[in-house]
């Protein structure tokens, strides 16, 4: 399967290290094709932009590629089998769970995987926010705790 990793992993350097040294190669090593939207944007246009001085230019050059790099992940989505989206943090990143949204609306299965053991739903009947967890499971995913669950939780995604 082509899978779409939604999540903020590529923010921070300690995130960056386990996407790119654990997760990608766990879904490639799996037999699937990871879909890395941290990838699609050329980073020589993202560094362009940052280096701008303060002011009208660089907000215009912002929204501008903003647009493009959204344009850009849901393109990626459309031509993913399915979503693979990390629910770490106090609460879902507001991109991922934008992601999980438009990965439901365009019927793709959708596997959570939440390694973060704080408390992070709406009560005790959630582990993640209710909608985002609807959308994940309605979508028929799951949520999975431990990266060892990921493989067996995508073969059940792939058997659909």
Do not use: C
Not at 114 to 128: K, L, P, Q, Y
């Amino acid at each position: 399967m082509r899978i779409y990793l939604a999540g903020p992993y590529g923010f921070s350097e300690a995130g960056k290290h386990f996407y790119h040294g654990v997760l990608i190669p766990l879904v490639v090593s799996l037999g699937h094709e990871a879909v890395d939207p941290w990838a699609l944007t050329d980073q020589t246009r993202i560094a362009a932009v940052a280096v701008l001085p303060t002011g009208a230019e660089r907000r215009t050059a912002w929204r501008r590629l903003n647009m493009e790099i959204a344009a850009e992940n849901r393109a990626a989505i459309d031509r993913s089998d399915a979503m693979l989206a990390v629910l770490d943090g106090s609460d879902v990143d507001s991109g991922t769970a934008a992601e999980i949204g438009y990965g439901f609306a365009r019927a793709k299965p959708i596997l959570g995987y939440r390694g973060d053991f704080r408390i992070s739903a709406d009560n005790e009947g959630g582990t993640v926010n209710l909608q985002v967890e609807y959308f994940i499971r309605e979508s028929g995913g799951d949520i999975v705790s431990t990266l060892t669950e990921i493989g067996p939780a995508l073969e059940r995604l792939a058997a659909r």
